[in-house]
């Protein structure tokens, strides 16, 4: 069934959102729509599958109301009596604009962000006008907010639902990324897909591909960092013959024979700058020319490219171009990390977990349990975890202690000697986590010495700026570093200073990103966020490597 739920926040803004309530996951829509500041609408014919489960949350009886009715009156919430306690309501009137005159000065003025949750149910047609409305029929609650707007406008999009069952989630980061996906779809500019490794850049790519309405002539998949630089440009711009060891005969490349078509170029930030420029060329130009030839080929291709590199970064130190940046990112996508929205991971997990075709299911308890690990690799990490269940265990219904059983074995496994004539990997492998917590001390260390004269910096000195242009280019360069140097968390035994290393770096350099202007307020973020975690970070790559000193 389908919950029309309205969310209000602290600020008086109201959010519509669309949920579906299925009995074998009750448990997780029943603790969503019983959160504080949640109105939810429901079919009056649904009442019967829905009421045990509204008993087992213990949601206040206010009763049946006919038209005409004062909401915020009927649902007692004019008195501080059992106010955390969530109610319920039916509601009879059948005339849909009697209901909305009801609804829309409740929702908008009277229900507070701090009020218990309320569910009403409606008679179906009233619900059913609600949800297949035009967009310019809906309610419009936060039209100040673009975003809002976007998601309310689109919401009800064939693609947009479609698109639920693939790239799956509740949360405002997934609806984002779904209607960015039905945007892309309907333009013919680049798109840049960033994020994190493991959170669906390929598949966002594809969905775009497969509901676009342009450059629909083939689709091809370009992994920039699995190819060398030469055989790279061979395979996109294609080669004549003798013009390499290996060239017995001419070949037309991607950009040739997807004309008309998408490529989907992989780990744009692992390119060279030589192949940059020629892609560069080929986007703006649109034109290529094979290697080895002196003739140019006109084509006519949409690229999409993804990374999970920091390419602004990447930018400052004059390792992608930054004219190719702003080429590709005339449409931007961001994905979603699992540690940003954990609320998503049950429905994620319980989708994967289906494919498997095992008669078991995964339980409220081992779902909760899901949501507290931090997934670095995302919904990757997440297949992999619950195909290693069946692969291990059999069909079984997977609870904590098997996860914790795998993980065990796995880092055993790494702990594991592996002894030969000339070397032991884990005395390697202890050496390399050794080495590289002490550089990563090292850099924090020069960036610290960096950042002295921004810090004691006054407010009002403009004098120095072009010394500031050369500290923030020097610090973004070592931050790269650290970022490099912490893309496996196997060389960090204690994933919490994995974590905090992660959350520094990414603190500071959004903070300097915006120098600068943003100077007067960096001293005091340095003082009471910074500098603490700083100490810490040094506090425990010492007791990692000399081991907790008793005091």
Request: proline letters at 4%.
């Amino acid at each position: 069934m389908q919950i029309l739920l309205f969310v209000k926040n602290g600020k008086g803004q109201v959010e519509k959102n669309f949920l579906d309530w299925n009995p074998r996951y009750s448990d997780q829509t029943m603790d969503t729509i019983a959160q504080k500041g949640m109105v939810s609408l429901i079919r009056k014919s649904d009442f019967g599958e829905i009421e045990p489960f509204i008993k087992k949350d213990d949601f206040m009886n206010c009763g049946i109301r006919k038209d005409k009715i004062e909401l915020f009156r009927a649902l007692k919430l004019d008195t501080k009596k059992e106010h955390n306690v969530p109610r319920r309501i039916i509601v009879n009137t059948v005339t849909p604009g009697a209901f909305k005159r009801s609804f829309a000065p409740f929702i908008n003025k009277r229900f507070q962000f701090s009020d218990p949750s309320c569910m009403l149910f409606v008679p179906d047609v009233i619900l059913e006008s609600l949800i297949h409305a035009t967009p310019e029929k809906l309610l419009r609650f936060n039209d100040k907010d673009p975003i809002s707007s976007l998601l309310l406008e689109i919401s009800q999009e064939e693609t947009v639902q479609k698109l639920r069952e693939v790239y799956l989630g509740e949360s405002p980061g997934a609806r984002l990324t779904r209607a960015m996906i039905f945007k892309a779809s309907k333009s013919k500019s680049p798109v840049m897909i960033l994020g994190e490794s493991g959170t669906g850049k390929d598949l966002i790519a594809r969905q775009i591909y497969k509901y676009s309405l342009y450059y629909k002539k083939g689709f091809q998949v370009v992994n920039c960092s699995a190819l060398q630089e030469t055989l790279l440009e061979s395979e996109l711009f294609g080669h004549i013959k003798g013009i390499f060891t290996g060239a017995f005969e001419a070949r037309k490349g991607l950009f040739v024979d997807t004309n008309g078509g998408t490529i989907f170029l992989d780990e744009i930030g692992d390119l060279s700058l030589a192949n940059q420029a020629k892609i560069l060329h080929a986007v703006d130009h649109q034109e290529i020319r094979a290697l080895g030839s002196n003739k140019t080929e006109k084509v006519d291709v949409r690229i999409i490219a993804a990374t999970n590199r920091n390419l602004a970064s990447m930018i400052s130190q004059k390792t992608f171009r930054e004219d190719l940046y702003y080429r590709l990112n005339t449409f931007t996508i961001l994905t979603t990390s699992l540690r940003e929205y954990p609320e998503d991971i049950p429905s994620i997990a319980t989708s994967l977990w289906s494919k498997f075709n095992t008669p078991y299911s995964l339980s409220h308890e081992f779902l909760n349990y899901l949501k507290e690990y931090h997934w670095p690799g995302n919904v990757r990490e997440l297949k992999t975890m619950l195909n290693s269940i069946i692969d291990i265990f059999g069909h079984v219904s997977p609870t904590p202690s098997l996860v914790e059983a795998i993980r065990k074995y796995r880092k055993d496994g790494l702990q594991q000697s592996r002894k030969s004539e000339d070397n032991d990997f884990s005395q390697i492998l202890e050496i390399q986590c050794r080495n590289r917590v002490i550089e990563v001390q090292n850099i924090l260390r020069g960036i610290k010495i960096e950042l002295r004269p921004v810090i004691n910096l006054k407010p009002t000195d403009k004098s120095q700026t072009f010394e500031i242009k050369k500290i923030q280019s020097t610090i973004l360069q070592e931050l790269n570093r650290v970022e490099d140097l912490c893309r496996e968390p196997i060389f960090f035994k204690d994933l919490l200073l994995f974590d905090n290393i992660k959350r520094f770096r990414y603190i500071l350099e959004k903070s300097i990103s915006q120098w600068p202007g943003s100077i007067p307020l960096f001293s005091e973020l340095w003082h009471q966020d910074l500098e603490r975690l700083y100490d810490k970070i040094n506090k425990e790559i010492f007791e990692m490597i000399w081991g907790k000193m008793d005091m």
